[in-house]
């Protein structure tokens, strides 16, 4: 049984959120969020990178 919201669905639980929250605690945890984002693919990326490396440094230890 999938969920279908559409656009006033969506506004309509975005005012009770704010209407609870306020609008300085939802923005502060917006910000939160898109940083915790930003953290996360900055860390696959930097994953990736190493794992990378590893992988030449086996491949030159094996010829």
């Known amino acids: 049984m999938p969920f ?3 656009v006033p669905e ?3 639980i975005l005012v009770i ?3 609870l ?3 300085g ?10 940083s915790a984002i930003k953290s996360f693919r ?3 990326k930097d994953e990736d ?3 990378a490396k590893t992988e030449e440094k086996e491949e030159t230890k094996s010829e």
């Open 25 to 34: 605690r939802v923005t502060k945890l917006g910000g939160e969020l898109g």
């Open 10 to 12: 969506l506004i309509i």
């Open 17 to 19: 959120v704010i209407l």
């Open 49 to 51: 990178k190493s794992d």
């Open 42 to 44: 900055k860390g696959i």
């Open 4 to 6: 279908r919201l559409g």
């Open 21 to 23: 929250f306020g609008v």
